[in-house]
């Protein structure tokens, strides 16, 4: 691990580069936080967010809501995404999202043995919500973790049974031999509206994040199909878990009256019928008005969203001190 660096979002907030391979420097996975006061307490809970695909950390007011609460907030940008990126590498590319336990288990380590957490949240959205789903029901994420938060987690393909099927048995078909090649590719009305510059909210790099995507290949959501199955089967995570989704799916279409109230990325409805697979303690929430990411709502969902996710750890944590 290196020391703590100022971070591209500005004053106040740091990064620290996490090491994944010694026999390649350049993978790396990233620890964003806001730089603590220097007489701040160590300690306490942490909550650690974990991004999606076509994805990195920005959103510093989820670091704001979450130190409201009295949380400590952390965000990792994961191998090849975000900050961790590097020249020559294939963007969010992994082979199995298995990959990604090494990245979020030498996270939860630098949070509990070096900084001193006691407590560890890890806050997921979309791919990010399945990737620490599995995490958290592995070997290396059970004690490392005592709550998950999932933001419109990504637990199935948005279309019909047929085609699930069928393009899963192409996938593990064609992933192995032709993991590169590219499935889909080109520009999302839903990540188009969401910067400042065409009449959304939210200013970020849209080189870390562009409007047209970064190009689903064949290996990688080969990776995510398998992650996918996995849930299905049924997981095993023993800590509570707190589920959250917009209130209904729409078309991911510049032409959708509902594009800024509804989640047009994933079927929310798959969401809630793999919820209940994660584990025996999850609670179901929706959001009327939210987007895929819940956290780049309109202000009242978005409010909605944030008071839901701390009155959830306000209730398991103190539950756990009971």
Same mark, same amino acid.
């Given at each position: 691990m290196t020391g703590w660096r100022p971070d591209p979002l500005g004053p106040g907030w740091e990064q620290r580069t996490l090491?994944? #391979?010694?026999?390649?420097?350049?993978?790396?996975?990233?620890?964003v936080r806001r730089a603590p006061d220097p007489g701040a307490a160590p300690g306490g809970s942490a909550v650690l967010h974990v991004h999606g695909f076509n994805d990195y950390f920005f959103q510093t007011h989820l670091a704001d809501a979450f130190a409201a609460a009295g949380h400590t907030f952390y965000a990792l940008d994961l191998r090849r995404c975000g900050r961790s990126w590097r020249?020559?590498?294939?963007?969010?590319?992994?082979?199995?999202?298995?990959?990604?336990r090494a990245d979020l288990g030498l996270a939860a380590r630098l949070l509990r043995e070096e900084l001193g957490h006691d407590r560890l949240t890890v806050h997921g959205h979309s791919t990010g919500g399945l990737t620490a789903a599995l995490w958290a029901d %592995?070997?290396?994420?059970?004690?490392? !973790?005592?709550?998950?938060?999932? *933001?419109?987690?990504?637990f199935d393909l948005s279309s019909r049974w047929f085609h699930r !099927?069928? #393009?899963?048995?192409?996938?593990?078909?064609l992933g192995p031999v032709d993991r590169m090649?590219?499935?889909?590719?080109?520009?999302?009305?839903?990540? $188009?509206?969401?910067?400042?510059? *065409?009449?959304?909210? $939210? /200013?970020?790099?849209?080189?870390l994040k562009p409007a047209e995507g970064f190009p689903v290949r064949a290996g990688w959501l080969r990776a995510v199909r398998r992650g996918q199955a996995r849930l299905a089967r049924g997981l095993h995570i023993e800590v509570p878990v707190l589920v959250c989704t917009a209130a209904g799916s729409g078309p *991911?279409?510049?032409? *959708?009256?509902?594009? +800024?109230?509804? +989640? /047009?990325?994933?079927?929310?409805?798959?969401?809630? %019928?793999?919820?209940?697979?994660?584990?025996?303690? !999850? /609670?179901? !929430? /929706?959001?009327?008005?939210?987007?895929?990411?819940?956290?780049l709502s309109a202000d009242g969902p978005r409010a909605e969203y944030l008071r839901t996710v701390t009155e959830f750890l306000a209730r398991v944590q103190g539950d756990r001190a009971a």
């Open positions: 090491a994944l #391979s010694a026999a390649d420097p350049d993978l790396v996975a990233t620890v020249e020559g590498q294939v963007p969010h590319y992994v082979d199995d999202l298995a990959e990604y %592995s070997p290396g994420g059970r004690g490392a !973790v005592d709550a998950l938060v999932l *933001n419109s987690p990504w !099927v069928v #393009s899963t048995w192409v996938l593990d078909s090649r590219v499935l889909a590719d080109g520009p999302s009305a839903y990540s $188009w509206h969401l910067h400042a510059d *065409n009449g959304g909210r $939210w /200013t970020y790099d849209r080189a *991911n279409a510049r032409t *959708n009256p509902l594009l +800024d109230a509804q +989640d /047009t990325v994933l079927d929310v409805q798959q969401i809630w %019928s793999r919820a209940p697979r994660l584990g025996p303690d !999850v /609670t179901l !929430v /929706t959001v009327p008005g939210g987007i895929h990411d819940l956290a």
